[in-house]
């Protein structure tokens, strides 16, 4: 559907690296990064907004580099949704559909698509400055599907909105783009809606794509320790040294699934990390003892930090939020001496840098 071949773009100072990527039609990319870090120049390259240094654009089969953003029949929905005032909500939404001419099923159109967002009984609203935040955003979004674009592109769309209204529309945006097949870029800073709403990620650090993968393979398989801080991985550090499946951390043995390469570095999730009782015989690879340096509550639940027995520093964050039940309230304190289980299969190895 949409293929860049060793774009580069700049703006300012700012240049991005040769940037190679195909997206496949109906799916969902999400790009995601820190700010500055060039996520919104892909954007406004592949969209026209911006012009090319060098590379190219193809839109199924078309190159569309040097093409105006008005003739590529792409969609662009930015943060700021910029409806017209003096237009009724419904006249917004049609719009880019009366702009071009194309009036043919415009009607029905307004309505499936109003109805999918939920917004059909605000479309006689005369003054769109009524509406509140979650509800111009819908219009917005609204306005840029009626125009059945090729690609949308959607910059930090949604961001402005409260964390539970912006997860609400982020899943109907979703469902609507899936019913329809609509291939659509999501530039994003959020690792949790990347992760909501994305087929595949592209994770953007210093003007080039890091690694690019589905979400459950870039928390599984992170290229490299930069992207893995940056995913905010649990329990990251550095071995000392790898033979075989075996993984020595801060002076202690971690059983892993299959051989790995050293100099690594290792992620263990804090929900996979389990608190088992002292007289459970049956775990016994990767079982530790320590005791609790810490328990902190987070939304609705809690983590408890433990300090490795026999290791030179090494501490772990487990989930408490069902097995403190399990080995009861009182055993799960500041100071408390706990055994812990570390599946291999939880154990996510990769390198400091990969070229």
């Known amino acids: ?14 240049r991005l690296q040769p940037i190679t990527l195909e997206i496949a039609s109906g799916e969902l990319l999400v790009l995601l990064g820190p700010s500055g870090t060039g996520k919104t120049v892909l954007l406004e ?6 012009s090319v240094e060098s590379g190219a654009v193809t839109i199924d089969g078309r190159d569309v580099t040097a093409i105006e953003p008005e003739d590529r029949l792409v969609a662009y929905m930015p943060q700021d949704v910029a409806l017209f005032p003096h237009l009724s909500v419904r006249a917004n939404i049609e719009f880019g ?31 769109v400055r009524s509406l509140s935040g979650g509800e111009a955003q819908r219009v917005a979004l609204a306005r840029a599907l009626v125009t059945r674009p090729r690609v949308l592109f959607l910059d930090e769309s949604f961001s402005a909105l409260d964390a539970h209204i912006r997860r609400r529309l982020l899943l109907q945006f979703r469902q609507v783009q899936r019913d329809r097949r609509l291939t659509a870029i999501y530039v994003t800073h959020s690792l949790g809606e ?4 994305g087929d595949r990620v592209a994770v953007m650090l210093d003007g080039a794509i890091a690694q690019l993968a589905t979400p459950e393979t870039l928390f599984r398989e992170p290229r490299d320790l930069r992207i893995a801080r940056f995913l905010q991985l649990d ?9 075989g499946t075996t993984a020595r951390v801060a002076g202690l043995a971690f059983e892993l699934v299959k051989p790995a390469s050293a100099p690594s570095w290792i992620a263990i ?20 003892a320590g005791t609790i340096t810490s328990v902190t509550q987070r939304h609705d639940h809690r983590r408890a930090r433990v300090a490795l027995e026999g290791s ?13 039940r399990y080995l009861g309230a009182d055993s799960v304190v500041v100071g408390a001496r706990v055994e812990l289980h570390v599946p291999p299969s939880a154990i996510v190895v990769f390198p400091e840098v990969r070229s």
């Open 45 to 50: 390259a592949l969209l026209g907004l911006r």
């Open 97 to 127: 559909r009366r702009v071009r001419g194309q009036l043919a099923g415009l009607a029905a159109e307004v309505t499936e698509v109003s109805t999918a967002l939920e917004i059909g009984h605000l479309l006689d609203r005369t003054d």
């Open 312 to 324: 030179t520093g090494l501490e772990l964050e487990c989930e408490l939020s069902a097995r403190d």
């Open 269 to 288: 999730s804090a929900g996979d990390v389990m608190l088992v009782s002292r007289d459970d015989r049956e775990v016994a690879s990767n079982r530790f």
């Open 1 to 14: 559907m949409i293929a860049v071949r060793s774009l580069v773009a700049t703006s300012g100072p700012f």
């Open 194 to 197: 990347a992760t909501l709403v």
């Open 235 to 243: 329990n990251v550090s550095e071995t000392t040294s790898i033979e």
